[in-house]
């Protein structure tokens, strides 16, 4: 079954520096990811998601993340941050067997320093 | 009003209690997904609509009942809860039930404390 693990339950970063938020998936079958952005009292909103094209894929908000399959990963990244990017970032898999369903991580919540 | 939208946004309810939560998508989406957000756990898929029919149904306890009356609107009917069903509820849309292909988009959700 797929999963993914989400380093790190908390992130801080100073405004201005990289953005560099960690996840590790298992799944059995080439598989979907993606990055979903929860911003205080609101539902989840998909940042980007990878469906097997190229491997780096660009999202909103400046962020993109890399897909990995050597190293069963792929991480958010952002080059400078920005106050208004505090929020929780959550992780997400499908497997191409099954793409009715997606399976969330833990979330990571990112704090931006002044 | 556009998106996803879910009333009430706050509730309070005692064990005994029976009440409802409300799900209205402006989309024109044909499914409708129920998840719960608990803190330090991972979002939870409950229930999966695909045009009016339920089509998952994730081991939630009876306690939770779904209803679909049409694509534009889900409702979760809560009765006899337990603290431990304190949580964010969250609804969500996609244009089909094939949730790594159409984006799915969420609602605020529903705040629920169970006293």
């Known amino acids: 079954a797929q999963s993914v693990t989400q380093l790190g339950s908390h992130v801080s970063v100073s405004e201005g520096a990289l953005v560099l938020l960690r996840c590790n998936y298992s799944s059995s079958v080439p598989p979907y990811l993606f990055w979903y952005v929860q911003y205080p009292n609101q539902g989840l909103q998909l940042l980007l998601k990878y469906t097997s094209a190229a491997t780096l894929v660009k999202g909103i908000n400046g962020f993109e993340a890399e897909f990995k399959k050597s190293e069963t990963s792929f991480h958010l990244t952002k080059p400078s941050a920005h106050m208004s990017d505090a929020a929780e970032y959550f992780c997400a898999v499908s497997d191409l067997g099954r793409d009715d369903k997606i399976i969330f991580g833990k979330g990571t919540r990112l704090h931006i320093l002044p | 009003e556009t998106g996803v939208t879910q009333t009430p946004r706050h509730l309070v309810m005692g064990m005994t209690n029976k009440k409802s939560l409300k799900c209205e998508q402006h989309l024109g989406h044909n499914a409708m997904y129920w998840y719960k957000q608990s803190a330090k756990k991972p979002l939870e898929l409950m229930f999966v609509y695909n045009f009016k029919e339920q089509t998952e149904n994730n081991s939630v306890p009876s306690r939770f009942s779904p209803e679909c009356p049409n694509s534009s609107h889900l409702f979760l009917h809560l009765h006899t809860l337990q603290p431990e069903d304190s949580a964010l509820y969250l609804c969500?849309?996609?244009?089909?039930?094939?949730?790594?292909?159409?984006?799915?988009?969420f609602g605020p959700g529903t705040r629920l404390t169970v006293t």
């Open positions: 969500a849309s996609s244009q089909e039930q094939r949730a790594a292909t159409y984006e799915q988009y």
